[in-house]
DNA sequence: CTGTTAGCGCATTCAT
DNA sequence: ATGAATGCGCTAACAG
């Protein structure tokens, strides 16, 4: 045994990885060689190429990520970051953008952002440009609080927004036209017979609430409908509030045949209080939300709602930050961004109905 | 300009990173003593080290990942391996091991991995091992996955099972005594005067299932009553197959008072039918489920279940984990694996109420 | 207490 | 078509 093998072994306490150069010694040929299969180039003659193959897979050589990038092989990296609460929109960005990002090869390293805190975002986000980092995925809401953080003093690197409710000034996006599904549901209900509408909507700082609700007014004013202020309520997207908010809803206009709830989530609040107060649904009352999240067909009755693919949008996103980050590396970075719009689809359940006789 | 850094700035489109040597070279002193002061090592004088400090703060130094792996700092490295479902357990396990992780200065590289297929697991994780992973945190199902697969040539590295059903043979884990909490979910049921208890059980292939299954027969048989068949139903753990599971049930046993389900979802599958067939609960039908989901408090009416902090889980398992690849790096690693148990607690809600008078 | 030297594994000139 | 030499940024021996 000689005294490098031993020492690396002693330190490590697992057997040495084999190297490059490992193999080129079993395999009788120089490192270039190997490093020349390994990169499928021209230069090598078939006989040595295969017999350099065998060897490899015999050694079961991995090439060192470490190694590699310090001799200067850039992958991308990206970086991802996600708000404290845990719900089924980002498991599936973070599930997307992994498995968009091992096809393509790309490094993605994901962090928990602190909202309510522009300082402590800025530094996030210099630390990770600063250890390698040259392009940032950002699902909503970060995206908005990002774009927000950074108005005046612009990133200096590419990102793209992951399903805001807008296209974002100075930034990619891949996202659903939420104000037009929002006029299409809402539509729906108006083509039901429903006149008084309520809308429960989300934080008004989320630009997916705000598109949602400026759907649901557009909606309603191109049927000569003018949106009431009675009709709305506003709730932070967790089911308490929800309740809460849908309580003082229906309690001030027990009249509305029909709630839009901005998610699915506030949407079965609704449905809470229906059960509550005995109010049948969509006997007399019709409800829908958005999101198609697992929620939306397990609760009763099952909602109309509105589907997006978080998980396909994802994948666009990495794709699209890809080239930008490529073209960025070009140096033909030019600033106007991409916004590309997926399509949605209006999910049909059993929880609206005609508007009630009256 | 020098010839080496417009190299390199042609080359990434960006400025060149500033180096240690930079640092160096601007406090005026070795590479060696910078990264002294780096390390908080004691032979630095106070002098020299805030001045050094203070050209890193300047500069933006940060040391190069890459270089320092290459040049034998040896950082923990895990792998996390995931099942195609998005699920709320499966994000809280993701979420849980980035946070903790990053707490610990250990670097996870998150994986799906595809059940159903021995030789892709197999070789998923040799190439984990390959590529420098030191130790995998395994999320229920798939740790019973792996220990099958490697039961015959077993695992050469430490990994920890998230949440299994029972401990794991030659494997960590951190998991609650789900056979216990079954025990004790049904033996409430059981005070409750509830004698004809259905169970709807999820997959037989999961040590969950299986586990909570146990649990419910243990707790009839502590009452004299003796588990029959006809109470029990299988479904997979998704909403539509549990509806027809449910539906069958309730179609067979229509005179059981109370449903334990193996998870949320599955009760809410529960609940379904109980709506379409009007049977009321918890007034004519009590139902259970388990785990705590979101969905457990968005249904009507909420359900009675069990809570269990998956979140909590796994940054004890990363912590394990962590102990355990120290130990197998010292050398020292023992066999014998740690089974740790986390505390559960039964949420009583909405969905349960005394037997009926019959 | 501080600086010098060597080498981690790989890719990339440049020779041959 | 193949091989030898050099350096990426850093750290761990070793001198001074």
Same mark, same amino acid.
């Given at each position: 045994?000689? =005294? ?16 490059? $150069?490992?193999?080129? $010694? ?17 230069? %090598?003659?078939? @006989? ?23 001799? +200067?092989?850039?992958?991308? !990296? ?17 599930? +997307?953008? /992994? ?16 909202? #309510? ?25 970060? @995206?908005?609080?990002?774009?927000? =953080?950074?108005?005046?003093?612009? /990133? $200096? ?5 992951? @399903? ?9 996006? %891949? ?23 309520? !809308? ?18 557009? @909606?309603?004013?191109?049927? +000569? ?23 003082? /809803? ?8 029909? %709630?839009? *709830?901005?998610?699915?989530? /506030?949407? *079965? ?22 999101? #198609? ?13 509105? !589907? ?14 890809? *080239?930008? %980050?490529?073209?960025?590396?070009? +140096? ?27």
């Amino acid at each position: 045994m000689n =005294t490098r093998s031993a020492k690396r072994e002693a330190s490590t306490g697992r057997p040495p990885r084999v190297t490059l $150069k490992d193999v080129a $010694k079993a395999a009788g040929v120089s490192m270039m060689t190997v490093s020349n299969v390994l990169h499928d180039r021209p230069n %090598v003659s078939a @006989a040595l190429r295969e017999l350099v193959q065998r060897r490899i897979e015999e050694l079961g050589y991995v090439p060192n990520r470490a190694a590699q990038q310090l001799a +200067g092989v850039t992958r991308p !990296h990206f970086g991802l970051l996600y708000a404290s609460v845990i719900n089924p929109f980002i498991a599936s960005v973070i599930v +997307g953008s /992994l498995t968009a990002a091992s096809r393509l090869g790309i490094d993605v390293t994901i962090e928990l952002a602190e909202l #309510d805190d522009p300082k402590s975002l800025r530094s996030t986000i210099s630390r990770m440009r600063d250890t390698g980092v040259d392009g940032l995925l950002l699902p909503s809401p970060i @995206a908005e609080f990002v774009e927000r =953080t950074f108005r005046k003093k612009p /990133l $200096k690197f590419p990102a793209v927004a992951i @399903a805001p409710g807008f296209s974002m000034p100075g930034m990619a996006s %891949v996202r659903v036209d939420e104000e037009g599904a929002a006029f299409e549901l809402v539509s729906s209900l108006l083509d039901l017979g429903h006149t008084r509408i309520g !809308h429960l909507a989300g934080p008004e700082t989320q630009s997916g609430s705000f598109a949602r609700h400026e759907g649901y007014r557009a @909606a309603l004013l191109a049927r +000569g409908i003018e949106p009431c202020a009675e009709h709305l309520e506003r709730s932070r997207f967790n089911f308490q509030d929800g309740v809460e908010a849908a309580e003082r /809803l229906l309690a001030r206009e027990p009249r509305v045949t029909a %709630v839009f *709830a901005a998610n699915d989530t /506030l949407a *079965a609040s609704v449905l809470a209080v229906t059960h509550r107060r005995g109010i049948a649904v969509p006997r007399s009352l019709s409800v829908v939300g958005y999101d #198609d999240s697992p929620v939306a067909e397990q609760v009763w009755p099952a909602l109309t709602t509105v !589907h997006q693919d978080a998980f396909a949008a994802t994948e666009r996103a990495v794709e699209m930050l890809n *080239a930008s %980050v490529a073209a960025w590396r070009a +140096g033909s970075f030019t600033g106007p961004a991409e916004d590309l719009l997926l399509p949605y689809r209006i999910v049909h359940r059993a929880s609206t109905a005609p508007a009630p006789a009256d």
